[in-house]
């Protein structure tokens, strides 16, 4: 198993980051929370998760062992596969996984995209005590543990990120400009957009107009 990998950052899109290992250049599956907090040329050191298959390996990465556990930990529900399994981690942090399944809260998990009210049900009742207790002092969406600004100007990252959890382009247009107030505020009072919580925002927006 392939626990972690360690290098510059090669290359960058909304869903995958290459980081070049030993002269090689590992193609690593992350979710748009993760890619965020990484820049091109820039050390990185992502926990990774090897997900093998007939026809394919892929890589897995995180930005930490905590969500490189609850990731593997998800895929032990009947019905999750990888893929979903970060989409949540991209929608939730771990904690914020471990509290909605605590308090059996169908809505938090309903707010990942290809998860309904039946599948957030049955999920609850599978993962019941398995993610053990929050680690931490609240349930952040895990885009708050990101780095906030990027090179790309952040409507654009939001834009990225949104499309890189499933939803078309519309919805991210849509929720972009829902939470546009909230960044010129930011930059007015002398910051910068805070993408990550900019995110968890258009996130509810989206949530909210199911």
């Known amino acids: ?10 290359a960058l899109s909304p869903t995958l980051a290459v980081v070049e290992v030993g002269g ?4 690593v599956q992350c979710t748009p929370n993760t890619i965020a907090g990484l820049r091109v040329g820039e050390e990185a050191r992502l926990a990774t998760s090897l997900v093998v298959r007939e026809d394919s390996l892929t890589l897995y990465g995180f930005a930490d062992d905590d969500e490189r556990q609850v990731f593997e930990l998800l895929q032990t529900a009947s019905g999750v596969g990888p893929r979903l399994a ?7 942090s771990p904690d914020a996984l471990r509290r909605a399944v605590e308090a ?3 809505k938090a998990l309903t707010a990942v995209p290809g998860i309904g009210k039946k599948g957030a049900q049955k999920l609850l009742l599978e993962l019941k ?11 952040l969406v895990g885009a708050q543990r990101a780095a906030a600004a990027g090179p790309a100007p952040w409507t654009e990252q939001l834009s990225a990120a949104l499309i890189g959890l ?12 829902a939470v546009t ?7 007015a009072d002398g ?3 805070p993408v990550p919580q900019l995110l968890r925002a258009a996130l509810q927006t989206l949530n909210r107009a199911r």
Do not use: C, T
């Not at 198993?1 to 090669?10: D, E, L, T, Y």
């Not at 993610?131 to 931490?136: D, F, K, V, Y």
């Open 104 to 106: 059996g809260d169908e």
């Open 129 to 139: 005590g398995k993610l053990g207790a929050p680690q931490g002092p609240g349930a």
């Open 191 to 193: 910051g910068s957009a």
């Open 1 to 10: 198993m392939i626990a972690f990998v360690s290098g510059p950052v090669a």
């Open 86 to 92: 970060q989409a949540m981690l991209g929608v939730h």
């Open 166 to 177: 499933g939803y078309a382009s519309r919805e991210a247009e849509e929720a972009v400009a």
């Open 181 to 187: 107030p909230q960044a010129e505020a930011a930059i």
């Open 24 to 27: 090689v250049g590992m193609a």
